[in-house]
C-alpha cells in the first residue's frame, strides 16, 4: 500500500522560488524500488511530466520548460522526493503532484501559484 503527501505550495512572484516536498508511506516494497518524479496540471490542461530522478538519485531529467530552473532530488533514508523551484513563471501555476514507477496511487497534490 502506497500513499504520497505532496506540500510546500503556495503564491510566489515571478523569478520567486518555491520547494516542494513529497512523502510517501510504502509497504510491501522499499521507496528506493522506486523511480520518482513530478508532475503538474494547470487549469484545464492535461497533467504533465515535470521531472524524474532514478531510485539511487544519481539520474535526473526534465521537462524543457523547467529545465535549468527546477531541481529534482530525493532522499531514501527517508522516504521523501523534493523539487526545488527557481526562477518561476507564472505558467508555472499547477497543482504539482508526486508519483512514481511502477505508478503510485496520486496524492492530493499541492498549489503553486505564480504572479506576474
Known amino acids: 500500500q502506497v500513499q504520497l503527501v505532496e506540500s510546500g505550495g503556495g503564491l510566489a512572484q515571478a523569478g520567486g522560488s518555491l520547494r516542494l516536498s513529497c512523502a510517501a508511506s510504502?509497504?510491501?516494497?522499499?521507496?528506493?524500488?522506486?523511480?520518482m518524479g513530478w508532475f503538474r496540471q494547470a487549469p484545464g490542461k492535461e497533467r504533465e511530466f515535470v521531472a524524474a530522478?532514478?531510485?539511487?538519485?544519481?539520474?535526473?531529467s526534465y521537462a524543457d520548460s523547467v529545465k535549468g530552473r527546477f531541481t529534482i532530488s530525493r532522499d531514501n533514508a527517508k522516504n521523501t522526493v523534493s523539487l526545488q523551484m527557481n526562477s518561476l513563471k507564472p505558467e508555472d501555476t499547477a497543482i504539482y503532484y508526486c508519483n512514481g514507477s511502477p505508478r503510485m496511487p496520486w496524492g492530493q497534490g499541492t498549489q503553486v501559484t505564480v504572479s506576474s
Open positions: 510504502i509497504s510491501g516494497r522499499t521507496f528506493s524500488s522506486y523511480r
Open positions: 530522478i532514478s531510485r539511487s538519485g544519481g539520474n535526473t
